[in-house]
């Protein structure tokens, strides 16, 4: 039993820091004035290769349309159980979406990006609507998507 409590009480030390190795980001999208119903967005992380990491934020609640969000739900499968907790509402032309996050600081100057996939109803579709290097030296630097995002920045 003591050996037993000697590992757990190890590996949760080793664990702990690592939790402590996070920060909260604030992502901020701003969309343009399109004609046409709220926009789908997923905001995900990829590796230097484009690989998916993970995803951060989903805003839309119907995972009926999560489809459209074509490069993201391909990556994930389009198992929307994984993004429980993590989605909200659709925005609307012109609106803004302020979303906070916790992530890791091993992500940060690392080769990750920050990528967004877009989709409105009853128009095209944006897979790629832009993606961005995930450094501390892009924070708070506003960036434009290519179809529906005017505006798109996080900051630390």
Known sequence: MKKILSCLALSTALALPGLANARPVTLVTTLKNYNGDGAYLAFYITDASGAYVSTL?????????????????RATGGKSPQIKGISGASVGAGRSLEVTVDLADAL?????????????????????????????????????????????????
Do not use: C
């Not at 080769?111 to 409105?120: E, F, K, T």
């Not at 944006?126 to 501390?136: D, G, I, R, V």
């Open 57 to 73: 934020w989903v805003a839309g609640k119907k995972s009926k349309y999560y489809k459209h969000l074509s490069d993201w739900y």
């Open 108 to 156: 940060f100057d690392a080769g990750y990006n920050i990528a967004i996939d877009a989709a409105v109803e009853d128009m095209r579709d944006s897979p790629a609507e832009l993606s961005l290097p995930l450094t501390t030296a892009g924070a708070g630097k506003p960036v434009a998507g290519q179809q529906y995002v005017s505006r798109f920045t996080y900051d630390l």
